[in-house]
């Protein structure tokens, strides 16, 4: 492999050195108990790597030593002061006296090696380990199925997956004491069990690493410190996942069981919903019968309102037209007057003027003729005042008639619209049927019979609602049958010129003609016969 390669590569996919080494420190509490065992603490890392779990180890106080073959590995252990040499797994143990370590690590080797390989690798590992010495091995979990089918691939130096059962029982079978198997990466909310698990938890939610930390024999009092450590449960297999998901499936199907149960129950039969139909029918026409009841009352209040507007308008009205015709006469009077006045004024003061020009010594003729003519404009400004005061009385007049005009318009208009809207139109059937019930019953058929050529063609019109009514025509015989004499009877046919019968027209299947098309139409039938004589 090329030099460096396997380092850019460890880099890039094994994660950064601050987070793989916060994965590693869930392996100390393993480790503590050996502290109070042994006074040195003497740990051999398998595959060291970049030298976190050497670094980690360092900081709490215990002696470890790293072995691995990548020389860019190497070269990061040594650039950050930790002790690590180029020698091979097995030759590292080899080496090592037995009983000699407290410990021996190796995290991403065992997918590494061979199989026999790894099987010397555990059995060394047991004869140089201290009695109720670790021997932590991790590695990809096979278990995982995003890890299994393909990330494990993605290293092109692994061999091949190793169960989490197989490594376990490769333990015990070498002479350890006990194994336990520690998976530490999985997501932390799939550990609330109220969460509801989906399908991709289930591919993706197991962990993607796992642990074998195995235990050499030692004395009872010995082990009992790591009584803790070993009893807690790490992680979620594959089947607890697939067995709360399963659960969880089964509950929520129950659930949609129990609601279509309900479901079904709560449906109405046929015979139900027949009665519940026609009694949304009855429903929906005693609405319709009672807005056209209140509309055609409505109606007549409007009516009756707009009758007593329009007499009280015709009475103002004639009111103001004979006031105004005595306002007019009063002015003509004014005026008449006023012309009078204007023509003694002329008179006083031509004879005035002649009596002062023949006598100008008579100062008390002169006297009255001033007081005469004083009197004669008094009177005069008190005529124009009273025209002016009449003129205004006109003007007030004119005024309000001109308001009654613009009321009785506005009445007009909200009638008209009335008449003209969709509720007074759809409500017209209703009153027509409404005024033939309440009348005698020789005109509820006249009207009827009369009703029927327009029925015929509204419906010709509609060939949907002619359907339906076609349909329920022939649910009803009797009805039918009334129907068509009243037709006959209603629009019997007239002889023509020489005798014959023009054919009557059909129930429905055509639109009716008018009087004068039935008068074409005898016409055409008579100028036919004449034609075959």
Known sequence: MMDGFYRGFEDRYRGSREL?????????PFLAPLKDLYTDYPILD???GRGEWLELLMREGYAPMGVDLDEGMLEACRASGLPARNIDAISALRELPDASQVAVTGFHIAEHLPFEVLQELVAQALRVLRPAGLLIL???????????????????????????????????????ARAKIVRLQEPAELHDQSRRLGVLDVLTGTSPDYAIVAQKQAAPESLTAFEEAFEAAYG??????????DH?????????????????????TREQFSEALEHAHRHHTQQLNNAHCQQTEQLRLIQERHALDMDALRNQAALTQEQNALLLQQSAELQRGHQELVERTAALQADLEQSIGSNLTSGKRTSDLEAELNQSLNNAHTWYLRATDLEAQLNQSLGNAHTWFLRAN????????????????????????GRGVRAPKHIARSMLGRS?????????????MRRVVMALLGRCPRLTEKLYNLNRSTQAPQPAADGSVAPLPPMVDQAPLTARGRTI????WAAIKKSQN
């Open 138 to 176: 991790e590695t990809p979990n096979a278990e995982s199925l995003v890890v299994g089918t393909n990330s494990f691939y993605l290293d092109p130096t692994h061999e091949r997956p190793l169960p989490s059962l197989l490594l376990s029982f490769l333990a015990e079978y070498s002479g350890f």
């Open 410 to 433: 506005q009445h007009e208009q909200y009638v008209q619209t009335l008449r003209e809207s969709t509720s007074w139109r759809v409500t017209g059937p209703l009153r027509l049927l």
């Open 46 to 48: 398998l595959g060291c």
């Open 521 to 524: 139409e005898q016409a055409l």
């Open 20 to 28: 793989i080494s916060q994965r590693l420190e869930a392996y100390l």
């Open 236 to 245: 979620m297999a594959l089947d607890q996942l697939a067995a709360r998901y």
């Open 452 to 464: 029927l050529p327009h029925a015929r063609l509204w419906l010709a019109r509609r060939p949907a």
């Open 248 to 268: 969880a499936l089964e509950h929520r199907l129950a659930g949609l069981e129990h609601e279509v149960a309900t479901s079904r129950e709560q449906l109405m």
